[in-house]
């Protein structure tokens, strides 16, 4: 209903930092609430990071609080995710994710791949 294309994936060191951008093809309202959720394998997925288009707003998960920033480009389509510190733990395939409420989970994004070594 609403595609979102992330970019951005790939291995990095612990320690180290990366940046993932998600950009929605549709027309985002004020309501509209945009995020991440990471999935790794034999674990359950797990929420990141979300942020609100209209006021800017941001939420996240307890595992990435102080090291993540999510933030919003609205004349872009488009939010990004600052990693910093990773952690091998973080390792997972990350999905952009969408919707009209809590918990934004309406639309999905392909996933993208994010390993982090020790």
């Known amino acids: 209903q609403l595609p979102l294309v992330e970019s951005g994936g790939g291995l990095v060191q612990a320690g180290g930092s990366l940046t993932l951008s998600c950009t929605a093809s549709?027309?985002?309202?004020?309501?509209?609430?945009m995020g991440w959720f990471r999935q790794a394998p034999g674990k359950q997925r797990e929420f990141v990071a979300a942020?609100?288009?209209?006021?800017?707003?941001?939420t996240y998960g307890d595992s990435v609080k102080g090291r993540f920033t999510i933030s919003r480009d609205r004349s872009e389509n488009t939010q990004t995710l600052q990693m910093s510190d990773l952690k091998p733990g973080d390792t997972a395939v990350y999905f952009c994710?969408?919707?009209?409420?809590?918990?934004?989970?309406?639309?999905w994004g392909q996933g993208t791949q994010i390993t982090v070594s020790s």
């Open positions: 994710t969408g919707g009209g409420s809590w918990p934004p989970q309406n639309h």
């Open positions: 942020v609100r288009w209209g006021t800017g707003g941001t």
């Open positions: 549709g027309r985002l309202y004020s309501s509209y609430i």
